[in-house]
C-alpha cells in the first residue's frame, strides 16, 4: 500500500498538483480505493468520497469541491504530454469520476512495469 501511494503521489506531483492543495490528499486516497476495488468507480459519489470524508473529517461536498479544485490546477500547471498520455483529451478536464478512473488505470499500469 506504502508503494502504490508513494507512486501516485509522485504522479500527482508531476502533474502539478502538490501536498498544499488537500485535493492531493483526497485524490491520493481515492486512486488507492479505486485500485483497490474497481467496483467503487461505478458510484464515486457513493463508495469513494464518503470513505474520504469520514477518514479526513469532512463533508462529501468538500472532498468533491477539494478534487475538482486539485483537476483544475493539473490541467492549468500540468505537463501537457503526461496529461496526453493519461487522459486521451488532454486538454479538456474531465469530470471527477473519470479523472480518478484514468488516474487509477494509469497508475496501475505503472505499476505492472
Do not use: W
Request: charged share 20%; glycine share 4%.
Amino acid at each position: 500500500m506504502l508503494q502504490l501511494q508513494e507512486k501516485i503521489k509522485y504522479i500527482l506531483y508531476q502533474l502539478g498538483v502538490n501536498s498544499t492543495y488537500l485535493g492531493y490528499y483526497y485524490l491520493t486516497l481515492a486512486i488507492a480505493i479505486a485500485i483497490e476495488e474497481e467496483e467503487n468507480l461505478l458510484y464515486i459519489s457513493k463508495n469513494i468520497y464518503p470513505r474520504i470524508a469520514e477518514q479526513y473529517h469532512t463533508s462529501i461536498s468538500c472532498v468533491e469541491r477539494n478534487i475538482r479544485t486539485a483537476a483544475d490546477v493539473m490541467f492549468r500547471h500540468g505537463s501537457p504530454q503526461l496529461l496526453a498520455e493519461i487522459f486521451i483529451d488532454g486538454k479538456n478536464r474531465p469530470k471527477n469520476s473519470r479523472l480518478i478512473s484514468c488516474l487509477a488505470l494509469y497508475v496501475k499500469k505503472q505499476l505492472s512495469e
